[in-house]
């Protein structure tokens, strides 16, 4: 069974840059077989991840996830205003298939927009039916409780990155682009150029825990109890 055409691209892409990259120096990796995807990408691109929209990977169907990286965990997977296009039990499906096909230790970063902005104004762009681009598809308007329940009901650890509190206080934890970009966010909206938070979003990591391995007492107590 061969890798999907786009995938096959990418690592060729990945082999020749690797090449380039490392020459004969370390034999021991001939390629960055890093797999990351960009979920509802818009059109937009980033350097060392894989562009899909939903025409490319539906994040509801478990199919879709399926035939592209049945053979392939990804590493991360990166959605920036995707979860908010989404129902509440079609938000909860897409983020088990993205806890489904991820490596473990591997992460979602997501990002939607910020029901406990202070701003009305905000609130009224991006709500359900909203004023903003788009808004007439958003189908919930999250805060920082509701998107970690959701990916915590999916099996994910979350770690929140950037958010508004229900007392109107904005908490930041230091995040790197490279591990996935998300521009509406506190440092890279240009709406923000005037020292002011004018555009934010609710940004966080969701990260699929390594298996527990017992430990070698629990497994030897275990074997002596099936012997019984």
Known sequence: MEAPAFLQRFFNFARSRASGWLGSR????AADST???VVGAGGVFQPGWIATDIDTLDVRSESDWRRHFALRPIDAVLAEHVWEHLAPEEALEAARNCYRYLRPGGYVRA?????????????DWVRPGGSGPGADDHQVLYTYRGLSDLFQAAGFRVELLEYFDENGHFHYRDWDPQDGMIRRSSRFDERNRDGRLNYTSIILDARK?????????????????DRR
Not at 111 to 123: N, Q, T
Not at 209 to 225: G, K, L
């Open 35 to 37: 797999l990351r995807v």
């Open 209 to 225: 825990p390594h298996p527990v391995r017992p430990r070698v007492a629990d497994a030897r107590a275990a074997d002596r109890s």
């Open 26 to 29: 370390s034999p021991q990796r």
């Open 111 to 123: 990002a939607v927009p910020d029901g406990l902005h202070p701003d009305a104004g905000y609130r």
